[in-house]
């Protein structure tokens, strides 16, 4: 069963979220520029600050700030449907993309120094 979410207004999350089964996806350099570009739609949309992405080939992790604190659930659906369905597309698979539901946490400040 899942476990609430905890969401606030004005704070900053650290978030998650995992490849499914460990795979390698993002060795791939068209599918790092496709999640690039899939996230500036992201931001455009929902208007967000972000520091501090870490792409690494299975799994990625960053600091956000929605502009409007409970939508954070909404943001990361749309960006990781966005992306499965863009890379599916392209690549003509059917299988799911992402492992299990993101991992998120109020961060108690500002993210730490460095994750300009």
Avoid: C, D
């Avoid at 599918?31 to 600050?49: N, P």
């Avoid at 792409?55 to 604190?69: R, S, V």
């Avoid at 059917?94 to 300009?116: C, F, Q, T, V």
């Amino acid at each position: 069963m899942k476990g609430s979410r905890e969401l606030a207004e004005n704070v900053w999350y650290e978030v998650r979220t995992e490849v499914n089964v460990g795979e390698p996806l993002f060795r791939l350099a068209w599918a790092v520029v496709l999640f690039y570009r899939v996230l500036i739609e992201t931001k455009a949309k929902f208007g967000f600050e972000m520091r501090g992405l870490v792409l690494n080939e299975a799994w990625l992790t960053f600091y956000i700030k929605p502009a409007n604190g409970l939508e954070l659930p909404k943001i990361m659906q749309w960006l990781k449907q966005t992306f499965s369905l863009r890379f599916n597309v392209r690549t003509g698979r059917k299988a799911h993309l992402w492992g299990e539901r993101y991992w998120s946490e109020i961060l108690a400040g500002e993210p730490p120094e460095g994750a300009e």
